[in-house]
C-alpha cells in the first residue's frame, strides 16, 4: 500500500510556472507506474501526464505537451510535475495517482490517489 502527498500547488499569473510533487510512502514506490491528473469544478478527471517506473518513459496530454515535464526520483519516493507557460484553462485541482503495474497509463485506471492540490492560473 502506497500513501500519496501532493504539494506545491497555489495561485500564479498567466505565463508564470510551479513544480508539483508527490511524495509517496512505502519501499515500494519505485516500482509504481505513476501519473498526474486534475479535475476543475464540473468536469471530469482528466489526464495530465504519467511516467513508468524508472523514468524511462513519459506521456503527456496534448493540452500540456511542450509546457509540462513529468519526472520522478526513487531515491527520494518522490514524482514531480514542473509546469511552465501556465494558462488560465490550467487551472484545477492536480491528483497524484500510483499503480502496481510500473508502465505507462493514461487513464484513470489507478489504485491510490493523493488528496490534491489547488493550482489557480490568473489572467
Known amino acids: 500500500q502506497v500513501q500519496l502527498v501532493e504539494s506545491g500547488g497555489g495561485l500564479v499569473q498567466a505565463g508564470g510556472s510551479l513544480r508539483l510533487s508527490c511524495a509517496g510512502s512505502g519501499r515500494t514506490f519505485g516500482s509504481y507506474g505513476m501519473g498526474w491528473f486534475r479535475q476543475s469544478p464540473g468536469k471530469e478527471r482528466e489526464f495530465v501526464a504519467a511516467i513508468n517506473w524508472s523514468g524511462g518513459s513519459t506521456a503527456y496530454a496534448d493540452s500540456v505537451k511542450g509546457r509540462f515535464t513529468i519526472s520522478r526520483d526513487n531515491a527520494k519516493n518522490t514524482m514531480y510535475l514542473q509546469m511552465n507557460s501556465l494558462k488560465p484553462e490550467d487551472t484545477a485541482v492536480y491528483y497524484c495517482?500510483?499503480?502496481?503495474?510500473?508502465?505507462?497509463?493514461?487513464?484513470?485506471?489507478?489504485?491510490?490517489w493523493g488528496q490534491g492540490t489547488q493550482v489557480t492560473v490568473s489572467s
Open positions: 495517482a500510483a499503480r502496481n503495474n510500473g508502465f505507462v497509463v493514461t487513464t484513470t485506471n489507478y489504485s491510490h
